[in-house]
Protein backbone atom coordinates (compact mmCIF):
# COMPACT_ATOMS: atom_id res chain seq x y z
CA UNK A 1 0.00 0.00 0.00
CA UNK A 2 1.44 3.78 -1.02
CA UNK A 3 2.78 5.55 2.02
CA UNK A 4 4.50 8.49 2.87
CA UNK A 5 6.76 9.12 5.91
CA UNK A 6 7.78 12.86 6.99
CA UNK A 7 10.44 13.93 9.54
CA UNK A 8 11.03 15.90 11.81
CA UNK A 9 7.77 16.10 12.92
CA UNK A 10 8.68 19.92 14.10
CA UNK A 11 11.56 21.87 13.64
CA UNK A 12 12.94 24.85 15.48
CA UNK A 13 14.69 27.38 13.68
CA UNK A 14 16.42 31.02 13.67
CA UNK A 15 15.63 32.91 11.20
CA UNK A 16 18.11 32.92 8.35
CA UNK A 17 19.13 29.14 9.04
CA UNK A 18 18.74 26.51 6.40
CA UNK A 19 17.47 23.26 6.89
CA UNK A 20 16.03 20.32 4.67
CA UNK A 21 12.56 18.61 5.73
CA UNK A 22 12.46 14.40 4.31
CA UNK A 23 9.58 12.66 2.45
CA UNK A 24 10.09 8.83 2.48
CA UNK A 25 7.82 7.19 0.17
CA UNK A 26 6.21 4.30 -0.95
CA UNK A 27 4.21 3.88 -3.42
CA UNK A 28 3.84 1.39 -6.52
CA UNK A 29 5.05 3.45 -9.32
CA UNK A 30 5.27 7.06 -9.20
CA UNK A 31 2.71 9.32 -10.69
CA UNK A 32 3.51 12.87 -9.18
CA UNK A 33 4.93 13.65 -5.44
CA UNK A 34 3.56 17.29 -4.22
CA UNK A 35 4.75 19.27 -1.86
CA UNK A 36 1.86 21.66 -0.15
CA UNK A 37 2.01 23.90 2.44
CA UNK A 38 -0.78 24.50 5.54
CA UNK A 39 -1.18 27.57 8.17
CA UNK A 40 -3.25 26.93 10.69
CA UNK A 41 -6.82 26.30 10.37
CA UNK A 42 -6.92 26.99 6.65
CA UNK A 43 -6.52 24.28 3.46
CA UNK A 44 -3.24 22.91 2.34
CA UNK A 45 -1.88 25.20 -0.44
CA UNK A 46 -0.07 24.06 -3.24
CA UNK A 47 3.64 24.23 -3.69
CA UNK A 48 5.44 21.67 -5.87
CA UNK A 49 4.98 18.78 -8.09
CA UNK A 50 7.79 16.33 -9.08
CA UNK A 51 7.50 13.54 -11.45
CA UNK A 52 11.05 11.81 -11.60
CA UNK A 53 14.32 11.32 -9.71
CA UNK A 54 16.28 13.53 -10.08
CA UNK A 55 14.17 16.71 -10.77
CA UNK A 56 13.73 19.93 -9.23
CA UNK A 57 11.91 23.03 -8.75
CA UNK A 58 12.18 26.05 -7.02
CA UNK A 59 10.29 28.60 -5.50
CA UNK A 60 11.79 31.92 -3.92
CA UNK A 61 13.18 30.09 -0.87
CA UNK A 62 11.99 26.73 -1.14
CA UNK A 63 13.32 23.93 -3.14
CA UNK A 64 12.02 20.29 -3.79
CA UNK A 65 14.31 17.37 -5.15
CA UNK A 66 13.24 14.01 -5.78
CA UNK A 67 14.98 10.26 -5.27
CA UNK A 68 13.52 6.80 -6.09
CA UNK A 69 12.70 6.43 -2.27
CA UNK A 70 12.36 10.42 -0.77
CA UNK A 71 11.99 14.11 -1.55
CA UNK A 72 13.26 16.66 0.43
CA UNK A 73 12.18 20.62 0.83
CA UNK A 74 15.25 22.49 1.27
CA UNK A 75 14.53 25.90 3.29
CA UNK A 76 17.19 28.37 2.45
CA UNK A 77 17.13 31.29 4.88
CA UNK A 78 13.84 31.05 6.59
CA UNK A 79 11.76 33.54 7.79
CA UNK A 80 9.29 33.97 9.88
CA UNK A 81 6.46 33.73 7.32
CA UNK A 82 7.60 30.77 6.23
CA UNK A 83 6.13 29.03 9.31
CA UNK A 84 3.72 26.49 8.72
CA UNK A 85 2.87 23.00 8.05
CA UNK A 86 4.76 21.24 5.30
CA UNK A 87 2.76 18.32 3.81
CA UNK A 88 4.12 15.62 1.22
CA UNK A 89 2.13 13.83 -0.86
CA UNK A 90 2.25 11.09 -3.39
CA UNK A 91 -0.38 9.78 -6.37
CA UNK A 92 0.74 6.28 -7.31
CA UNK A 93 -0.06 4.92 -10.90
CA UNK A 94 -2.07 1.42 -9.41
CA UNK A 95 -4.18 4.22 -7.32
CA UNK A 96 -6.29 5.90 -9.75
CA UNK A 97 -5.89 10.15 -8.66
CA UNK A 98 -5.67 9.11 -4.89
CA UNK A 99 -3.36 11.22 -3.27
CA UNK A 100 -1.69 10.38 0.15
CA UNK A 101 -0.77 12.79 2.52
CA UNK A 102 1.84 12.75 4.78
CA UNK A 103 1.52 13.88 8.76
CA UNK A 104 3.59 16.85 7.84
CA UNK A 105 6.39 18.82 9.55
CA UNK A 106 5.39 21.69 11.54
CA UNK A 107 8.28 24.52 10.86
CA UNK A 108 8.65 27.82 13.51
CA UNK A 109 11.05 30.25 12.44
CA UNK A 110 12.01 32.86 15.01
CA UNK A 111 12.94 36.23 14.42
CA UNK B 1 -13.71 33.42 -8.88
CA UNK B 2 -12.40 33.23 -5.45
CA UNK B 3 -11.22 29.48 -5.16
CA UNK B 4 -13.53 26.55 -3.39
CA UNK B 5 -15.67 27.59 -0.79
CA UNK B 6 -17.42 24.88 1.51
CA UNK B 7 -20.37 25.78 3.87
CA UNK B 8 -20.84 25.43 6.95
CA UNK B 9 -17.35 26.14 8.20
CA UNK B 10 -18.25 24.73 11.52
CA UNK B 11 -21.02 22.09 12.57
CA UNK B 12 -21.37 20.41 16.25
CA UNK B 13 -23.68 18.36 16.02
CA UNK B 14 -24.95 15.12 18.77
CA UNK B 15 -24.20 11.55 18.33
CA UNK B 16 -26.50 10.08 16.10
CA UNK B 17 -27.58 12.43 13.71
CA UNK B 18 -26.87 13.06 9.96
CA UNK B 19 -24.80 16.20 8.72
CA UNK B 20 -24.62 17.63 5.21
CA UNK B 21 -21.43 19.65 4.05
CA UNK B 22 -21.65 21.04 0.88
CA UNK B 23 -18.42 22.12 -1.72
CA UNK B 24 -18.12 24.40 -4.36
CA UNK B 25 -14.79 23.91 -6.73
CA UNK B 26 -13.38 26.28 -9.04
CA UNK B 27 -15.99 26.60 -11.81
CA UNK B 28 -13.88 25.16 -14.66
CA UNK B 29 -12.24 22.00 -12.45
CA UNK B 30 -13.82 18.92 -13.42
CA UNK B 31 -11.90 17.08 -10.63
CA UNK B 32 -13.78 17.17 -7.21
CA UNK B 33 -11.43 15.24 -3.67
CA UNK B 34 -12.72 14.83 -0.40
CA UNK B 35 -10.49 14.53 2.35
CA UNK B 36 -10.96 14.05 6.54
CA UNK B 37 -7.72 15.96 8.31
CA UNK B 38 -7.61 15.06 12.01
CA UNK B 39 -5.18 17.02 14.67
CA UNK B 40 -1.57 16.45 13.86
CA UNK B 41 -2.30 14.49 10.52
CA UNK B 42 -2.15 14.78 6.99
CA UNK B 43 -5.53 15.14 4.97
CA UNK B 44 -6.83 11.30 4.62
CA UNK B 45 -7.95 10.86 1.20
CA UNK B 46 -11.76 9.71 1.56
CA UNK B 47 -13.20 9.94 -2.73
CA UNK B 48 -12.67 11.68 -5.83
CA UNK B 49 -14.93 12.81 -9.07
CA UNK B 50 -14.71 13.04 -12.33
CA UNK B 51 -17.13 15.13 -13.46
CA UNK B 52 -20.62 13.51 -11.52
CA UNK B 53 -18.70 9.97 -11.53
CA UNK B 54 -17.09 8.86 -8.41
CA UNK B 55 -14.30 7.33 -9.30
CA UNK B 56 -12.75 6.02 -6.36
CA UNK B 57 -13.57 5.57 -2.86
CA UNK B 58 -11.44 4.79 0.12
CA UNK B 59 -11.90 1.46 1.93
CA UNK B 60 -11.45 2.68 4.95
CA UNK B 61 -15.00 4.93 4.29
CA UNK B 62 -17.46 3.13 6.15
CA UNK B 63 -21.36 2.95 4.64
CA UNK B 64 -22.14 6.27 6.78
CA UNK B 65 -20.69 7.80 4.35
CA UNK B 66 -21.56 9.03 1.08
CA UNK B 67 -20.75 11.98 -1.44
CA UNK B 68 -22.42 12.83 -4.62
CA UNK B 69 -22.07 15.25 -7.23
CA UNK B 70 -25.05 15.84 -9.05
CA UNK B 71 -24.28 17.56 -12.88
CA UNK B 72 -20.18 17.88 -12.38
CA UNK B 73 -20.99 21.02 -10.28
CA UNK B 74 -21.08 21.31 -6.73
CA UNK B 75 -20.66 18.12 -4.49
CA UNK B 76 -22.05 17.35 -1.16
CA UNK B 77 -20.44 15.05 1.70
CA UNK B 78 -23.40 13.39 4.09
CA UNK B 79 -22.46 11.12 7.27
CA UNK B 80 -25.61 9.54 8.69
CA UNK B 81 -25.55 8.05 12.36
CA UNK B 82 -22.60 10.43 13.36
CA UNK B 83 -20.03 9.10 15.83
CA UNK B 84 -17.86 10.71 18.48
CA UNK B 85 -14.82 9.33 15.72
CA UNK B 86 -15.87 11.75 12.93
CA UNK B 87 -14.83 14.83 14.81
CA UNK B 88 -12.75 16.30 12.27
CA UNK B 89 -12.18 18.47 9.40
CA UNK B 90 -13.24 18.22 6.15
CA UNK B 91 -11.73 19.68 3.40
CA UNK B 92 -12.41 19.29 -0.12
CA UNK B 93 -10.31 19.65 -3.15
CA UNK B 94 -10.54 20.60 -6.73
CA UNK B 95 -8.33 20.29 -9.65
CA UNK B 96 -8.41 20.41 -13.48
CA UNK B 97 -8.24 17.38 -14.93
CA UNK B 98 -4.92 18.37 -17.19
CA UNK B 99 -2.90 19.57 -13.73
CA UNK B 100 -3.76 16.48 -12.07
CA UNK B 101 -0.99 17.35 -9.80
CA UNK B 102 -1.86 20.62 -8.40
CA UNK B 103 -5.01 20.14 -6.42
CA UNK B 104 -6.85 23.67 -4.35
CA UNK B 105 -8.50 23.04 -1.70
CA UNK B 106 -11.28 24.97 0.15
CA UNK B 107 -11.10 25.95 3.88
CA UNK B 108 -13.06 23.00 5.42
CA UNK B 109 -15.62 22.37 7.72
CA UNK B 110 -14.92 21.54 11.22
CA UNK B 111 -17.16 18.64 12.50
CA UNK B 112 -17.62 18.10 16.04
CA UNK B 113 -19.72 15.34 17.47
CA UNK B 114 -20.35 15.37 20.99
Known amino acids: EDQVTQSPEALRLQEGESSSLNCSYTVSGLRGLFWYRQDPGKGPEFLFT???AGEEKEKERLKATLTKKESFLHITAPKPEDSATYLCAVQGVGGGFKTIFGAGTRLFVKA | DTGVSQDPRHKITKRGQNVTFRCDPISEHNRLYWYRQTLGQGPEFLTYFQNEAQLEKSRLLSDRFSAERPKGSFSTLEIQRTEQGDSAMYLC????????????FGPGTRLTVL
Open chain 1, 50 to 52: LYS
Open chain 2, 93 to 104: ASSLEREWGEQF
